[in-house]
């Protein structure tokens, strides 16, 4: 193929050629929204640096969750603001607590929607940190156990899908344990494998309230700078029975996306985190960019690099331009 018997712009002439020789759609069934729940009634509160998200009180959460589903978005994953933190994260396991309390109120109130579960100490500890703290080190097998506990917690009040994104070594296994011995061999684990210590999860910890106090997550999240460990991670989290497994932030890791999905040929997520969202939001509200524009080619680029499935605030923006 040369030119000039070969011209590529042929078929761009016009939105109906380009149309049909299109190879990636994007669709609202492609989009998970995340909220954030928190305790109280009628409370949404701005999250200032994730512009059109908020804190939700369960009340709230319903609407919103409603609001996805005519959308077409096919599924939501809930973050818990507990009301109160301790040392062990005990408001992330307890048969009350916020998250299971917004699970069983959602399944109740609507249906046909997958409610998933972000499975972490992180929110609910006084240190912030995403397990067992002991002697200003983060415990690796001791918090295996209470991981183990909040997912479980989250299956038995109705979750779809649980998700781990603490980092710890052995935590699939772990969960897949417990759930298996109590009845939910069929609720699936979306395993964050692939998730890196970024400077992207800024505005996440200040909707979530749950910056580590001391320190930062190096020391169990992935160094940016690689990108066959992101492979192990996978094998790992698979063999310990990942049903899916996600890459985490999204668009500055296009390349570790397209190289889980090459090599492993399993449903991969993405999660496009809080820092990509304001990124865009922010330029978007100088004028600098389009935003709505911007937005698509982003969550195109990420479906592009492999991703089945984005978590991304967009979702619901997104879905609306696709026509859900
Ligand atoms: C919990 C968790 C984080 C995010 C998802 N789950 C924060 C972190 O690891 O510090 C970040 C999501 C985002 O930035 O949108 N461990």
Known sequence: MKFPEYRPRRLRKNEIFRRMIRETHLGPEDLILPLFVCPGKSVRKPILSMPGNFQLSIDQLIEEVKEAKSLGIPGVILFGIPEKKDEVGSQGYAEDGIVQRAIRSVKEKVDGILVMTDVCLCEYTSHGHCGVVKDGDVVNDDTLELLARQALSHAKAGADMVAPSDMMDGRVGAIRDALDGNGF???????????????????????????????????????????????????????????????????????IIYRVKQAFNIPVAAYNVSGEFALVKAAAQQGWVDGELVMMEVLTSIKRAGADVILTYFAKDAARRLGG
Do not use: H
């Open 185 to 255: 061999q069929d609720t699936p684990i979306m395993a964050y494998a692939a998730k890196y210590a970024s400077s992207f999860y800024g505005p996440f910890r200040e909707a979530a309230e749950s910056p580590p106090q001391f320190g930062d997550r190096k020391s169990y999240q992935m160094d940016p700078a690689n990108g066959d460990e992101a492979l192990r991670e996978v094998r790992l989290d698979l063999e310990e029975g990942a049903d899916m497994v996600m890459v985490k932030p999204a668009l500055p890791y296009l390349d």
